[in-house]
């Protein structure tokens, strides 16, 4: 066998194993950071266009539910949007992302008015009762069965303890909900939501009732609830960004670690490099002889980071209440990010040893 | 008879290393000329300016004037890319430590070689490979690898190295530098057949008498120049 590359590659198992690592470290950011934000979103979509509300009120630096952990709209538009023609029922929501009480990850807890909140969705009790007292919290099945938390149980929400009363179907808007009076008392805002739920009367088009809340209430934005999941699974802008940064992370860590592994590799191989030339290698050729090392340890690190990812997304989905997407376009393009960063975090150590006076690189020891 | 067909010519070789401020003469005015399948020697004490001479020959430095003829060639006004060139198609070089890569079998280096002076083309070395094997008396040890073979047995995979794709010129720099003296015996005879009967063109330094000793022509060199 002549290849040089296989033979670096196994002869330095411990140098291949850690630039491969730092390769998989980059992969397994992409797959789970994008894959849990996207997870996330898609989930909290799809519980918030199941609402049956059709149009949601909100600031216009708000992106849609979940977006925000502010109670940033006074509750008194409640009332101005139940005048406006068209409008059947509204309903003030304060939501609220905070860190997992029983687990890594976060959980959205809202704050709703019961009455008004049951007229504007489908909302129903199928076990215990409703919520009637501000210790009182209702919570849906899922979160039951995930956190084994059944009717009567307490649990601990802005380091007060609440009481499950019922449980309530279908999976709508976050999964614990608490009296709307209650989380303002506890976040210090009186008389403010998050958003507004409307419901619209039969014959009344949505996009009219729309027109008609914005021409009430202008410089405000109305969202449908028909549209928040297509709106979701887009991203919104705040994790797009995030997005990017995760990938420019993960491209940065594989180029360092490739760059520093070839770098040291290639000090350690200068004579070799000496003497690749005077057999008379070309520039182009000890390019490429470590570009392929580098394509090599770049594909061992997609597929470690592969199954890291993987292993990870089941470890983290069964012991967390996260939710992480591995869609095919991102496992896609994390391989690509860790092949091209390889590839270009040793093209720099390539071509600087491919100019070395072959004289001087012999002489190394 | 038949007239020797000239192989290397330097004219009036000049090298002048620049050591900080100092300008040092490593070679100053060489003219010498070599015909295809001699076998010379080249002698003189160190910091005399033979390694020097060696480099230049390979193509591996540039003289700062003068001109180096390979098979008609003027090494001395090509570019670094166009010397790369001439030295993967022309020039075989062994050295005193080997230079073998490690991590590959002796048959491994031997073939990295091939490749290199294939140069993407594919060619059957398969014959000359095996003949040369043959001769070198390797053929038992091709699979193993440079720190299990002995200083004589890594020697003579260098130098099977170097004569992969039909080198018009061997440039061996103390080839028999690192041996005991029974191994630098059976290299130096290997080295003489492969110049009897393959009429390779051997340009050898040395110290040592004895190993010019089988060489057809013994250059001297002294202070940068010919002297003998």
Known sequence: ??????????????????????????????????????????????????????????????YGPGTSSVLSLPVQYAPEISKVSGVQAVSPIGQYLKPSNQSFGMEMVEGVDIESYQKVTNLSISEGKNL????????????????????????????????????????????MKIKLSMMQNLLGSKDRCSFVFVKCKPKYSQEQVAENILTALPDNKVLFTREIQELYEKGLPVVNVFVKAVVVVSIIISV?????????????????????????????????????????????????GYLVAITGRWLIIKNTSLIIELEPKWLFYAALVGILSGLLGALYPALRVANQDPVKALSYE | MNKMKTILQTIDLKMIYQIGKIPVNALRGVNLTVNEGEFVAIMGPSGCGKSTMLHILGGML???????????????KMSDSSRTELRRQKIGFVFQKFNLFPTLTAEGNIRLAERIRANGNHKNEGERRTEILRLLNLEGRLNHKPLELSGGEQQRVAIARALVGHPAIVLADEPTGNLDSENSQVVLKMLQELNKKFGQTIIMITHSPEAAGITQRIVQMRDGQIVK
């Open chain 1, 1 to 62: 066998m002549d290849s040089l590359v296989m033979a670096n590659l196994s002869q330095r198992p411990v140098r291949t194993i850690i630039s491969a690592v730092g390769v998989a470290l980059g992969i397994v950011l992409v797959i789970l950071m994008v894959g849990l934000s996207h997870g996330m979103l898609q989930e909290q979509g799809r519980r918030n266009s199941n609402v049956g509300a059709e149009i949601l009120f909100t600031r216009p630096n708000n």
């Open chain 2, 62 to 76: 540039k003289p700062s004037s003068g001109s180096v003829l390979i098979d008609g060639q003027d090494l001395s």
């Open chain 1, 132 to 175: 009637t007292t501000d210790d009182e919290v209702i919570i849906d099945p899922v979160y039951s069965r995930d956190k084994k938390v059944k009717v009567g149980d307490s649990i601990d929400l802005f380091g007060h303890k609440f009481y499950v009363s019922g449980i309530y179907q279908p999976e709508i808007g976050a999964r």
């Open chain 1, 256 to 304: 360092l670690v490739i760059m520093l592994a070839m770098y040291t590799t290639i000090i350690e191989r200068t004579r070799e490099i000496g003497v690749l030339k005077s057999l008379g290698a070309s520039k182009q050729f000890i390019v490429f002889e470590i570009e392929k090392e580098a394509l090599l340890i770049s594909v061992l690190g997609t597929l470690l």
